[in-house]
């Protein structure tokens, strides 16, 4: 017959850290900030450890009769004992040690929430009503977040953020140099510092602008300029195939009209410009999917992948109010708001930036003044929330070709506005000022 497990814990190490509230009430506070009543394995020692806080917060002295007293009105002091209290009083000679029992409490509390969480998933995996892919995402998920709560950190002193901030300083002394990807256009770089890690960033534009052309030579830029040329980047495309988005990148590199690629009227040179491109397009971690019916879930258990394999540096999304609704028939807004708040979630998990293709509402076109404003956004108010950068396109009046980008918000750099030269038979990009020089 086999024996009943007994989850890991360590009595001692609880019964040291209680012994030191009473040894020193000034720690009662310490403790509570890094532990949990339910990392305490003992059901004594939760209930003293109860009695403690209830005492901390109604700024009540701390000692053997006063946590009796608060025991018994609690109605559990019989279930401690008064010789157990005693012992437990008496246990830890010093407080010198503290931080290491509270250390060993909380190895002990996180092993026993692995054990929990992963008899879950062990028992979900039986439910017919769950796919295969919401059971590897929802299992991953609840790993996920007691690694997010081991690595949970403490405040950091001035000194040592001061130290960070330096660095970086240094870095932006110089326009050309990133603290975060390298998008490969100067002015964006110089008022983003580079797109940095955990943003989300929404790129709007009405249609025909070009957003999506952009969106692939940003993608073919950080590729290039970012980890020597190895960087990953994933793009879920919504609308076009992945045939399409590969034939604009073709046309950008080789510099060979969009049009004859595709109806094959290509003459030597422009082979060899297109073997040349596609030969450099190789070298590059470009990762493309086109399903037409995916979901935020879906999009992070896909990036989660690569990211563990080590091929994932940013991720474009081509747009935002294309990807499925998670809740059927629930308000378009709240459908956007969940989606919006989903993808900033998965750059935070993922740490890296995320940027998301979005539409401008046609109250644009009723103004006399075509710049977009952040209201224009479609279901403006969760996006504009979570964005940490929002970049508008449009079209200059009066002047061909020649695409403006506005900066609206931006959580960590500054605002600000930059022109582009659009060549659409390439779906090429570059910006005025680097033109003109040349």
């Known amino acids: 017959m086999n024996e009943a497990k007994i989850m890991p814990h360590n009595l001692d190490a609880e019964k040291s ?44 002295k701390i000692d053997f009769t006063t946590v009796s007293v608060k025991l018994a009105s609690l109605n559990v002091m019989k279930q401690v004992g008064v010789d157990y209290l005693s012992h437990v009083v008496d246990f830890t000679p ?72 330096r660095k970086k300083a240094e870095i932006r002394r110089s326009e050309t140099d990133v603290t975060g990807v390298d998008t490969g256009f100067g002015k964006l770089n110089f008022l983003t510092s580079g797109f940095q890690n955990e943003e989300l960033i929404i790129l709007a534009a009405r249609p025909g602008v070009g957003k999506s052309a952009f969106a692939m030579n940003l993608a073919l830029q950080i590729c290039k300029n970012n980890k020597d040329g190895k960087a990953g980047v994933a793009i879920f495309s919504l609308e076009m195939s992945n045939e399409q988005l590969v034939s604009r990148m073709l046309s950008a590199e080789s510099m060979v009209d969009n049009r004859l690629i595709k109806i094959g009227r290509l003459t030597p040179n422009d082979w060899h410009d297109i073997n040349a491109a596609s030969a450099a397009l190789n070298n590059y971690k470009l990762y493309f999917d086109d399903t037409a019916t995916v979901k935020v879930n879906d999009i992070r258990a896909k990036c989660r992948k690569l990211k563990q394999e080590g091929n994932l540096d940013f991720v474009i999304i081509d747009y935002l109010q294309l990807i499925t609704e998670s809740k059927p028939g629930v308000n378009r807004q709240e459908n956007v708001a969940e989606i919006s708040r989903g993808l900033k979630l998965m750059a935070r998990e993922l740490e890296i930036p995320v940027l998301a293709l979005s539409q401008l509402s046609r109250d644009i076109e009723k103004r006399g003044e075509k710049i977009p404003v952040l209201a224009d956004l479609r279901e403006s108010g969760a996006i504009e929330q979570d964005a940490d950068i929002v970049m508008f396109m449009y079209e200059v009046p009066d002047l061909e070709d020649i695409i403006e980008v506005s900066i609206a918000k931006n959580r960590q750099g500054q605002t600000g506005r930059f022109k582009l030269k659009f060549q659409k038979s390439q779906s090429k990009f570059n910006s005025v000022t680097e033109r003109d020089d040349d």
């Not at 040894?23 to 532990?35: G, N, W």
């Not at 998933?121 to 081991?150: C, M, W």
């Not at 949970?152 to 960070?164: K, R």
């Open 17 to 60: 850290v209680l012994g030191a509230c009473f040894l020193d009430t000034r720690v009662v506070a310490t403790v509570r900030d890094k532990l949990e009543l339910n990392d305490f394995y003992d059901i004594k020692h939760k209930n003293i450890y109860k009695a403690l806080i209830l005492l901390l917060d109604e700024d009540q």
């Open 94 to 165: 010093t407080i010198t040690h503290l931080d290491a029992y509270i250390e060993v409490v909380k190895e002990y509390s996180l092993k026993r929430a692995m054990i929990e969480v992963t008899a879950k998933i062990h028992q979900d995996g039986f439910n017919p009503t769950i796919s295969t892919i919401d059971y590897v995402d929802y299992a991953e998920e609840l790993i996920l977040k007691l690694i997010r709560r081991r690595r949970a950190g403490e405040f950091l002193n001035i000194q040592e953020i001061l130290v960070e901030v």
